[in-house]
């Protein structure tokens, strides 16, 4: 089983270098990592090139993170796709754990776990600890294995993995998504349309954001039009498979 795992990335050159020395030290064998980055301007490509030379690099204008996956997706060797985000860190044994899940549940076509700030921040922020109340109590992640459909926990592309073909079959994400909210939801979503399953395991990537009040307001504001596009293409599609006499009654 092979991984391509996909990180896209725009101007976070500091915390990028964080999530590739994590990538790069996996206790997995069979894997390669694929930065995809959306437009940067701090030096995120001559870093990449200089201290992680095994990384494949490519570059786009900005179209925004799910166009950057859509050309990990196309450059991707692996028969399972792996994402993170250019904030995150996941721990040495996280495509292992993925790898494991598909093992032991080979009908899902998913594999992902959960994102939270680390121990040390967890206990003294409580903008942090808010998160992971959200995330516990209405997402419903927890410490035991689920497997389920669009109500399982798995489904963040910081914290997930896909069947490469699944991803093909569905046309990968949909890049009229501007944001880095929203755009992993509406996969999830397309995905689970054709009745499949995904699994959750409790392993965690560590998120680098800083908690303060300033970022936790704009992450909430572009999670909030993430959301809105979600609800729009969503209702959109429910409309475009209705029968023609439904969509004429409709007035």
């Known amino acids: 089983m092979r991984f391509s795992v996909v990180v896209p990335t725009c101007n976070r050159k500091a915390t990028l270098r964080q999530t590739l020395a994590a990538l790069a030290t996996q206790d997995y064998a069979d894997y390669e990592i694929i930065v995809v980055d959306d437009g940067s301007t701090d030096g995120t490509q001559k870093m990449v090139g200089a201290e992680f030379p095994q990384v494949r690099y490519f570059r786009q204008a900005n179209r925004g993170p799910a166009a950057a996956r859509n050309v990990g997706i196309r450059q991707a060797t692996g028969d399972i796709i792996a994402f993170t985000d250019d904030d995150c860190v996941p721990p040495p044994d996280w495509l292992t754990r993925l790898a494991d899940g598909y093992k032991r549940y080979p009908h899902v076509v998913g594999v992902g776990g959960y994102l939270e700030a680390s121990d040390g921040v967890l ?121 023609f006499s439904v969509l004429s009654d409709a007035g």
């Open 123 to 243: 206990k003294d922020n409580i903008l942090a600890r808010y998160e992971r109340h959200i995330a516990r109590s209405l997402y419903c992640v927890g410490d035991t294995e689920y497997v389920g459909h669009f109500e399982c926990p798995a489904g963040g592309t910081n914290n997930l993995s896909y069947h490469r073909s699944i991803l093909e079959q569905i046309g990968g994400f949909d890049d009229t998504f501007p944001y880095a909210a929203g755009e992993d939801a509406d996969l999830k979503w397309r995905i689970c349309q054709t009745n499949a399953q995904l699994l959750f395991v409790p392993v965690k990537v560590t998120h680098l954001q800083p908690y303060i009040w300033k970022t936790f307001k704009r992450q909430a504001y572009f999670r909030g039009k993430g959301r809105a596009h979600f609800d729009l293409s969503t209702s959109r599609r429910h409309l475009a498979v209705l029968p």
